[in-house]
Structure formats: structure tokens, C-alpha cells
């Protein structure tokens, strides 16, 4: 199975700062296809979780643009331009060209 | 509006059997693959299994191929999941996520404990 290591594990923002969480994969997620089927999901506080990024880079419907994702290969980045009250909850990356689709442990964000 | 509504949780005893479904509403229903995702109590997400459209492609994780069945009903617009031979370490809430990758949306997720 491939591994996702998420780091760091929580992260405490004060509003209107920027956040960066990273994603590595113990294989690349670059299929023959020429895509990379990495995704983000946010878990908030109670509720089911929801898509916020896929495929590295693609922002999903209504996902605000201070969200935005970067990475290739086995290397990924979630980054939070300028926190809001909102975005508390868990992240947590996937990987999507494999079976079983595994995700990474979660990332806690908490505003300070 | 797009909606997954899981039901069928509940406490059963280790190596009893529940059946999970997700209705399902707002979109066409027989287009999309779909998935159960669990997490157990303050833990992370796991995949557990998906089917795609029509129901003739199934996956599962290990920990549960050869315990659990996922089907699906297009007629009734509702994605189920058999589980037999459960657990204690089965206790989780179960999500259904509609999509072949990418998940959306999640239902509210129904509760199963295993225990005695």
C-alpha cells in the first residue's frame, strides 16, 4: 500500500497568517495518464469531510482561492494564504492511483 | 441538492452482521462510482471499499475483503454495505462519498460498534 505521511501534525495560525502543510507519498502519483491523482480533504469540526483540492492543483467548486496546492512525483504541499476562523479542522491528503486509496494521518489546524 | 444519507448503524456483538445503506438524491444516481470511507473513534480516514456505476467493478481494503460486500441498488438510487464477521476493530463511523476520485459529497455518516 502506499504510505502518506503528513507533516506537520497540527499547526496553531493566527488569523490572516499563512499555513503550509506537507504530503509525501512512498510512491510517485504520477500516472501514465500524465496526471497526478493527489487530493485534499478538510474535516471540520463535526461534519463529514469535503474536497478541496484535486488532482495536486485543481481548487474544487467553491473552495476559496486562498487555498491552493503545489507538488509532483511523491511531494506535496497544502497551502493556506491567510487563515481565517473557518479553515479549522483536520486535513488530510489522498492518494487516488492506487488500491486501496489511503490517506495521510491528518493535519490539526487550530487558530491561536 | 446533492445528498448521501447513510442509515443502518448500530451496536452488534463481534462476528455479527449489519447492513449499511446510503440513499442517495439530487443527481443521477446510476453515473457514479461510489465509496465507503470509515474512521474510527478520534482517528484518521480509511477506505474501505467502492463500486463503480453499474455495480459490476467492486474494491475492497484487505482488512475487510472476504467480510464485506458493497452493492448497489440504481433502481432505488441507494449504495449498501453488507458487513459480516465484524469486529471490534470495525467500530467506526462509516461515510459514502460519491465519485471515482474525487470524493463528494460525504454523507453525515451512521455509527457501528462492535462489542459485547
Known amino acids: 500500500d502506499i504510505v502518506m505521511t503528513q507533516t506537520p501534525l497540527s499547526l496553531s495560525v493566527t488569523p490572516g497568517q499563512p499555513a503550509s502543510i506537507s504530503c509525501k507519498s512512498s510512491q510517485s502519483l504520477l500516472h501514465s495518464d500524465g496526471k497526478t491523482y493527489l487530493y485534499w480533504y478538510l474535516q471540520k469540526p463535526g461534519q463529514s469531510p469535503q474536497l478541496l483540492i484535486y488532482e495536486v492543483s485543481s481548487r474544487f467548486s467553491g473552495v476559496p482561492d486562498r487555498f491552493s496546492g503545489s507538488g509532483s512525483g511523491t511531494d506535496f504541499t497544502l497551502k493556506i494564504s491567510r487563515v481565517e476562523a473557518e479553515d479549522v479542522g483536520v486535513y488530510y491528503c489522498m492518494q487516488g492511483i492506487h488500491l486501496p486509496h489511503t490517506f495521510g494521518q491528518g493535519t490539526k489546524l487550530e487558530i491561536k | 441538492e446533492v445528498q448521501l444519507v447513510e442509515s443502518g448503524g448500530g451496536l452488534v456483538q463481534p462476528g455479527g452482521s449489519l447492513r449499511l445503506s446510503c440513499a442517495a438524491s439530487g443527481f443521477t444516481f446510476s453515473s457514479y462510482w461510489m465509496h465507503w470511507v470509515r474512521q474510527a473513534p478520534g482517528k484518521g480516514l480509511v477506505w474501505v471499499s467502492r463500486i463503480n456505476s453499474d455495480g459490476s467493478s467492486t474494491s475492497y481494503a484487505d482488512s475487510v475483503k472476504g467480510r464485506f460486500t458493497i452493492s448497489r441498488d440504481n433502481a432505488k438510487n441507494t449504495l449498501y454495505l453488507q458487513m459480516n464477521s465484524l469486529r471490534a476493530e470495525d467500530t467506526a463511523v462509516y461515510y459514502c462519498?460519491?465519485?471515482?476520485?474525487?470524493?463528494?459529497?460525504w454523507g453525515q455518516g451512521t455509527l457501528v460498534t462492535v462489542s459485547s
Open positions: 462519498a460519491r465519485g471515482r476520485l474525487r470524493f463528494d459529497p
